[in-house]
């Protein structure tokens, strides 16, 4: 069952969105978001809201962000042509490079700006959260770079599964607290978190790593991630001559596609697609397509689409790509696919493996697994529009996922002869 929204209703969520009026005062993005959670954790996340309110928009903290984005993160990243990527696919290809960015991924934008922000708030320490170790790393490096004591906790499936990142984590100074409970993975790391939130919401900053969560998280992972999108909708002005026909992102949470696409909404005649990983097969617990395959219900305190069975029980998720693998997604892309603005597929793995290295032998890009999703569907699109120009947020590098690639042989030889 799916939250009807009429088409008049539509047009006004649509026309609030592009004003900025959504979240409205309850968190909510039309019918999506909120905030669900116990009378324990609503002092932490009402002096969040009163902090964010206090200082994300002010001068003051807007400079100290722009300075570490561009001196630290090396921000603005590159738009790229991918001319020979666009003669194959007969599409004109552009891509958005977080890849390049501080830590390799887009990651590091949120973690830096959430940083910066306990900071202000007189956060003696952080915590964060970490699945595959992406956002723990961000974390544990912005921590390191404003000299905050940082904890990151992470299950233990996952520290078996990414030893590398736990290794990194570490070196830059951060405690890594394994967790043995629930599923031992990120929705087990996330309730581990919050519960130590609550022993101390004055002197503990909790830094989330996606557009997912309570409120006020989706709107301030959003104000943060938002940079790629304004630097992109400049940048392919200047360098294309014109916005892309159709722009295209990942989606695990969704804090890079909704960093991408919130600017790019109210351009009418921009396509948004937003891609899903579709692991193995369409049964549930064989993919990680929440958007795609699943319904309404409440995870980790926010009302958005969720995959669970007919009881409400939460399901497991696969996919190759450990970023993607995740049973909940952002409540503002529940709303963008409910009033028709953005639309959601999902890609296989095994059509993510072969477009991450078709991208490396024409582009010399190693992106990531998760990016590559996003390629495979751009490539399926470019076959029914030729000529069209398309923007793709290729939201990371694939350095980090070299143990997992080299469980599958190159086919780069394959792709030379065609
Ligand atoms: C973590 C990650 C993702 C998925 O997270 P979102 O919040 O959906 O962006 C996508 N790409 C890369 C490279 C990642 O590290």
Known sequence: MRAEISAAEAELLLQATIKGELPDTRGRFGPFGGRYIPETLVPAFERLEQGIADHLHTDSFQN??????????????????????????????????????HTGAHKINNAIGQALLAKRLGAKRVIAETGAGQHGVASAAAC??????????????????????????????????????????????????????????DGIYYLLGSAVGAHPYPYLVRELQSVIGHEARQQIIEQAGGLPDVAFACVGGGSNAIGLFYPLVGDADI???????????????????TLATGTPGVLQGCYSIILQDEHGNVQETHSVSAGLDYSGVGPEHALFQAIGRVKYISATDSEALEALEELCELEGVLTALETAHAYAAAKKWSADNPGKRILIGNSGRGDKDMPTLTKYPARTRSYAAT
Request: with cysteine; net charge negative; charged share 30%.
């Open 144 to 201: 390191a770079r404003l000299g905050l004591p940082c904890r990151v906790y992470m299950g233990a499936v996952d520290i078996e599964r990414q030893a590398p990142n736990v290794d990194r984590m570490l070196r830059l100074g951060a405690e890594v607290l394994p967790v043995e409970t629930g599923d031992k993975t990120l929705r087990a790391a996330i309730d581990e978190a919050l519960r130590e939130w609550v022993t101390d919401p």
């Open 271 to 289: 396509e948004l697609i937003g891609v899903e990983a579709g692991g193995t097969g369409d049964g549930l617990g064989q993919n990680a397509a």
């Open 64 to 101: 100290d962000y722009r300075r570490e984005l561009r001196e630290w993160v090396g921000r603005p990243t590159a738009l790229s042509h991918a001319p020979r990527l666009s003669e194959r696919w007969g599409t004109d290809v552009w891509l958005k490079r977080e890849d390049l960015a």
